[in-house]
């Protein structure tokens, strides 16, 4: 088990453009998160998905922030017409749902936006 | 709503020295509640959870907490800290919508 993959790791981009960040759970892990952290704070909650259904959304997460989990798998995030409030360290996550697992929420290592 | 607190923004404790590390949390319900580990630049690597039973629970990396509910309170501690155990350290609690509610997190200087 790799644990949760995420890329890029970093990225610097021109205000008004659009990114997009990659994250691939850990196999079989049914719940994926997305979180957003800036310098000096602690995480916060933006969406989740189990499986492939977006089963909730931050009221963080404007109109121009999207989430997809097209096959239960592997998650985007992208967000278009980047400003400069948008750097941060944004972070995914999963858990399962099994039994014992305790729905412990494992992190990835995030990936650095930075908006210039 | 569930909220997570914790007072010190800054810790620093001389190599060898024992850590205690403190979190508040608001929750109606029995509360999941984290530690988690942040080195700079890096994801958070979970050190310990108490989901009910013992309310003292044992992490990884000698890290121990205890769950107080009459205090509300899920602090961490270790005997003897390590120069490696520097670190942005956060608390966190499981609130409704299976999401994370995480406190501000602490910084933990280590000096020799």
């Known amino acids: 088990d790799t644990g949760v993959s995420q890329n890029p790791r970093h990225k610097i981009t021109k205000r008004g453009q659009n990114v997009t960040f990659r994250c691939d759970p850990i196999?079989?892990?049914?719940?994926l998160y997305w979180y957003r952290q800036t310098l000096g704070q602690g995480p916060e909650f933006l969406t989740y998905?189990?499986?492939?259904?977006?089963?909730?959304k931050s009221r963080l997460l404007s109109d121009r922030f999207s989430a997809e989990r097209p096959k239960g798998s592997f998650s985007t995030l992208e967000i278009q017409r980047t400003e400069q409030g948008d750097s941060a360290m944004y972070l995914c996550?999963?858990?399962?749902?099994?039994?014992?697992?305790?729905?412990?929420?494992?992190f990835g290592e995030g990936s650095w936006l930075t908006v210039v | 709503a569930q909220s997570v607190t914790q007072p010190d923004i800054h810790i620093t404790v001389s190599e060898g020295a024992s850590l205690e590390l403190r979190c508040n949390y608001s929750y109606g319900a029995t509360p999941y509640l984290f530690w988690y580990v942040q080195s700079p630049g890096q994801g958070l690597q979970l050190l310990l959870k108490y989901f009910s039973g013992d309310t003292l629970v044992q992490g990884i990396k000698g890290f121990e907490a205890e769950f107080k509910r009459s205090q509300s309170s899920f602090n961490l501690r270790k005997p003897s800290v390590h120069w490696s155990d520097a670190a942005e350290y956060f608390c966190a609690v499981k609130g409704i919508g299976n999401k994370l509610v995480f406190g501000a997190g602490t910084i933990l200087r280590v000096k020799s």
């Open positions: 196999s079989e892990h049914n719940r």
């Open positions: 996550a999963s858990s399962s749902l099994q039994a014992g697992s305790g729905n412990t929420i494992y």
């Open positions: 998905f189990q499986n492939e259904a977006q089963l909730e």
